[in-house]
């Protein structure tokens, strides 16, 4: 299973730059094996990925824009959808693939962190391992 991100790498926008890096970073972050295709390219790749993008899933007006994401040839979502499953701590289910061991002890341990903070919402916020 191969996750594609479709970006465009001489986009004008700083917002879409911020976008494309966000999703490229996180993958990056947690050692998610994924392909950059960068769509300003090829003319053959930009069709691809707009065909590919579910009618439902298309913008009221205009093309779609990058980042978009892909596991093999199924449609995964944009940066909305992305953010989203960032935020709910589902990205693994949104791309399709198994949660790893290291995502599980991030979990856990963000848990953790959320219930101590709770208990004893004054305790300092950084270790120090000295």
């Not at 959808?81 to 791309?95: C, D, P, Y």
Request: hydrophobic content about 40%; overall charge negative.
């Amino acid at each position: 299973m191969v996750i594609r991100v479709f970006v465009a790498s001489s986009s004008g926008s700083v917002a879409i730059k911020k976008r494309q890096q966000d999703v490229v970073r996180f993958l990056e972050a947690n050692r998610i094996e994924f392909e950059e295709v960068d769509i300003t390219m090829s003319e053959e790749k930009r069709q691809w990925m707009y065909k590919n993008i579910p009618e439902d899933r298309q913008p009221a007006q205009g093309n779609p824009l990058p980042p978009q994401i892909f596991s093999d040839d199924r449609y995964c979502g944009d940066y909305d959808g992305f953010f989203e499953s960032k935020e709910s701590n589902t990205v693994f289910s949104f791309l399709g693939l198994k949660p790893t061991l290291a995502s599980k002890v991030t979990l856990f341990f963000n848990f953790l962190f959320l219930f101590v903070d709770c208990l004893e919402p004054n305790l300092p916020k950084e270790v120090n391992l000295e």
